[in-house]
T-cell receptor, first 111, second 114 residues
Framework: RKEVEQDPGPFNVPEGATVAFNCTYS??????FFWYRQDCRKEPKLLMS?????NEDGRFTAQLNRASQYISLLIRDSKLSDSATYLC????????????WGLGTSLAVNP | EADIYQTPRYLVIGTGKKITLECSQT?????MYWYQQDPGMELHLIHY???????EKGDLSSESTVSRIRTEHFPLTLESARPSHTSQYLC?????????????FGNGTRLTVT
């Protein structure tokens, strides 16, 4: 089993749809979690950190479920510009904590 | 906005040449990384550093080498470039001491070896 797993998709949704991605992780000692967005041939950019209490930034909501060891990203009222690959990143425990990247979930928002 | 810079953005070079990809950050981050990524594929960690004079190999074997003489600077060198080195190289940094510190990426260097 991979340390961080994501459904690669692609997810094809119409504009205005709500779409949700999950990301599961295997190390229960993992301490911090992030969602990144990557456009084709560009560098990954931080979308959101994921906090234990869940957090929201406009149309984006991130949640952490430690018991089931997954994080989620919800996008409401999706826009054409949301089309990208969404990468889940998990950071382990300790000072030398290792960053583990998911393979990404591809989203295409269609007009 | 993160302050991490990579140069050059694009490089086309012949086989056998020595090249150095530059990466600098002005955030005082201790941890720096080099990733390699082919189009549509996953990120592969090739090198990382926890601070000055610290360098480690990543998960993906690479013929490149790195150095960390100054906190802000983490150059990557290929002694003899080959077509198999054609890829995008992404530099990133993060704080070692700040909890939940995310990774900040540079714009990347797209390398083509002919």
């Amino acid at each position: 089993r991979k340390e961080v797993e994501q459904d690669p998709g692609p997810f094809n949704v119409p504009e205005g749809a709500t779409v949700a991605f999950n990301c599961t992780y295997s190390n229960s000692a993992s301490q911090s979690f992030f969602w990144y967005r990557q456009d084709c041939r560009k560098e990954p950019k931080l979308l959101m950190s994921v906090y234990s209490s869940g957090n929201e930034d406009g149309r984006f909501t991130a949640q952490l479920n430690r018991a089931s060891q997954y994080i989620s990203l919800l996008i409401r009222d999706s826009k054409l510009s949301d089309s990208a690959t969404y990468l889940c990143v998990v950071n382990g425990a300790g000072n030398n904590r290792k960053l583990i990247w998911g393979l990404g979930t591809s989203l295409a928002v269609n007009p | 906005e993160a302050d991490i810079y990579q140069t050059p953005r694009y490089l086309v070079i012949g086989t056998g040449k020595k090249i150095t990809l530059e990466c600098s950050q002005t955030m005082g981050h201790d941890k720096m990384y080099w990733y390699q990524q082919d189009p549509g594929m996953e990120l592969h960690l090739i090198h990382y550093s926890y601070g000055v004079n610290s360098t480690e190999k990543g998960d993906l074997s690479s013929e490149s080498t790195v150095s960390r003489i100054r906190t802000e600077h983490f150059p990557l060198t290929l002694e003899s470039a080959r077509p198999s080195h054609t890829s995008q190289y992404l530099c990133a940094s993060t704080s070692l001491t700040e909890l939940n510190s995310p990774l900040h990426f540079g714009n990347g260097t797209r390398l083509t070896v002919t």
